[in-house]
T-cell receptor
Framework: AQTVTQSQPEMSVQEAETVTLSCTYDTSESDYYLFWYKQPPSRQMILVIRQEAYKQQNATENRFSVNFQKAAKSFSLKISDSQLGDAAMYFCAYRGGADGLTFGKGTHLIIQP | GAVVSQHPSRVICKSGTSVKIECRSLDFQATTMFWYRQFPKQSLMLMATSNEGSKATYEQGVEKDKFLINHASLTLSTLTVTSAHPEDSSFYIC??????????????FGPGTRLTVL
């Protein structure tokens, strides 16, 4: 079974600074997708960024980028120029085949003004 | 992006009663939908996969007779919590993947349903 580990229950960053959230996963599959989701207090899940395992190039979406290390099974999220609206729970997630998502335990991101 | 709705957004019921939660894909068809459960301050846990026209598949530890899933059409899946008890109180979220090009479709999440069992 696949597992996703987020070792940082909570992270704090100053507004406009950069923060990196870590995620590792375990799988025996070679083809899969990885995601970062944001869950604000409304609890609506919002896709931040996704990475296809077969792509070597790291995904980027505006201020959000990932560092995907397939051999190390690591998938960290970097948020540049942090904004107050970035404050939320962030979940790393894995999907293989047509299965549902396996989520990590989440990281609570606090933005200090 | 695609829209997935859930109804109701919150429900309070008495112990022993059954509660039905609907999940609809509003602007695309979904042959598969997923149901997750999220307890307070915890992560989302996959409960089951809803398949249009066939039986749902349940994750290990999820009672299929307690959590009845019906995927009646390409846009609707329902989750019925039968004989609900206080320990079933949780946030239930559905998602639907929309196929787009590759083999793996992006999943779109509903806004969730907060169930409180008294």
């Amino acid at each position: 079974a696949q597992t996703v580990t987020q070792s940082q229950p909570e992270m704090s960053v100053q507004e406009a600074e950069t923060v990196t959230l870590s995620c590792t996963y375990d799988t025996s599959e070679s083809d899969y997708y990885l995601f970062w989701y944001k869950q604000p207090p409304s609890r609506q899940m919002i896709l931040v960024i996704r990475q296809e395992a077969y792509k070597q190039q790291n995904a980027t979406e505006n201020r959000f980028s990932v560092n995907f290390q397939k051999a190390a099974k690591s998938f960290s999220l970097k948020i540049s120029d942090s904004q107050l609206g970035d404050a939320a729970m962030y979940f790393c997630a894995y999907r293989g085949g047509a299965d549902g998502l396996t989520f990590g335990k989440g990281t609570h991101l606090i933005i200090q003004p | 992006g695609a829209v997935v709705s859930q109804h109701p957004s919150r429900v309070i019921c008495k112990s022993g009663t059954s509660v039905k939660i609907e999940c609809r894909s509003l602007d695309f068809q979904a042959t598969t939908m997923f149901w997750y459960r999220q307890f307070p301050k915890q992560s989302l846990m996959l409960m089951a996969t809803s398949n249009e026209g066939s039986k749902a598949t349940y994750e290990q530890g999820v009672e299929k007779d307690k959590f009845l899933i019906n995927h009646a059409s390409l846009t609707l899946s329902t989750l019925t919590v039968t004989s609900a008890h206080p320990e079933d109180s949780s946030f239930y979220i559905c998602s639907a993947p929309r196929a787009s090009g590759g083999a793996f479709g992006e999943q779109f999440f509903g806004p969730g349903t907060r169930l409180t069992v008294l």
